[in-house]
C-alpha cells in the first residue's frame, strides 16, 4: 500500500480544525496527516498544539499555494508515496481517501475528488466559472475536467515531487491543465462534499469571479509560455 500523507491547509480555521483533524486521526488512523497553518491570526494553531496535532506552523500566510507547497516538500523529504490536498473546513470527506488510492495506483498521476462526474453540474452564477474553466481545459488539453476548482486533489510521487520543486506551482486548475498538456494522467472519482459547518470562506462572488477570470486566462494564454523543469529525485532527511 502507497504511504500517504493527507496535507490540511488551515488558515483562521479555528473553529473547524479540531473536529476535521480528530475524525481524521480516530477514524482513519492508517493516513499520516500534517496541518500546516499560514499564518493563522486566530486560534488554530494553538489548538493543533493543544490536541497534540502534527503542525507545520508558518509565522506568515504565504496563501494557499504557498501552505500545500510547504506540505509537499514536508511529504518529498520524509518518504511520502503521494499526497491528498484536504480542506479544514470539513467540506472534504475521509470516505473517498482509498477510491482515489485505487485510482493512483492503477497508474494515475493526479486524481481529482469531482462533484460532477457523473452529478449533474447546476447551472448557477456560481457554477459559471467551473463551466468556463473545463471548457478551456478542454479546448487546450482535449481532457474534460467535470470539476476542475475542486480542492479535494491527490498527487503521486512524480507529482508531489514537481510541486515540491517547482516555484510557480500552484494547486490550481491552470497548474493540473499544464501538467496534462505535459503528460501527466489526471483521473476522477465520483464524490460528495459537504458545507463548511463554522467560519467563513474568503471566497466572496468578487473574489471567486476574479480567480475564474485569472484560472481562464492563465489556461488559455499564459500556460502556453510556461517552462517545465525537469524532474529530480528529492533528497529525503535521515530520521
Known amino acids: 500500500m502507497s504511504k500517504l500523507l493527507i496535507v490540511i491547509p488551515a488558515y483562521n480555521e479555528q473553529d473547524n ?3 476535521v483533524v480528530s475524525e481524521l486521526s480516530n477514524r482513519y488512523p ?9 499564518g493563522s491570526r486566530d486560534q488554530t494553531a494553538n489548538l493543533c498544539r493543544e490536541h497534540g496535532f502534527r503542525l507545520i506552523d508558518l509565522p506568515v500566510n504565504l496563501g494557499l499555494a504557498g501552505a500545500f507547497q510547504t506540505g509537499l516538500r514536508y511529504a518529498a523529504e520524509n518518504g511520502y508515496d503521494c499526497a491528498l490536498q484536504f480542506d479544514a473546513d470539513g467540506q472534504h470527506k475521509p470516505e473517498y481517501i482509498q477510491p482515489m488510492l485505487d485510482e493512483l495506483e492503477e497508474g494515475a498521476d493526479i486524481v481529482i475528488g469531482s462533484r460532477f462526474l457523473t452529478v ?3 447551472k448557477s452564477l456560481r457554477m459559471l466559472g467551473s463551466y468556463l474553466i473545463s471548457w478551456a481545459i478542454r479546448l487546450t488539453t482535449g481532457q474534460a475536467i467535470c470539476d476542475p ?12 515531487e514537481e510541486f515540491a520543486l517547482n516555484l510557480n506551482y500552484g494547486p490550481e486548475p491552470d497548474t493540473i491543465s499544464y501538467l496534462i498538456k505535459n503528460g501527466a494522467v489526471v483521473k476522477e472519482i465520483q464524490v460528495e462534499m459537504g458545507e463548511r459547518v463554522a467560519g467563513s470562506s474568503y471566497l466572496t462572488f468578487t473574489r471567486a469571479a476574479q480567480y475564474m477570470f485569472k484560472m481562464g486566462l492563465s489556461i488559455l494564454l499564459i500556460q502556453w509560455f510556461r517552462k517545465r523543469e525537469p524532474v ?4 529525503e532527511r535521515s530520521l
Open 30 to 38: 492508517q493516513y499520516d496527516y500534517v496541518v500546516v497553518n499560514d
Open 149 to 160: 476548482t475542486s480542492g479535494m486533489r491527490m498527487f503521486n510521487r512524480r507529482m508531489l
Open 17 to 19: 480544525i479540531v473536529r
Open 232 to 235: 529530480i529525485v528529492y533528497p
Open 120 to 122: 449533474k453540474k447546476p
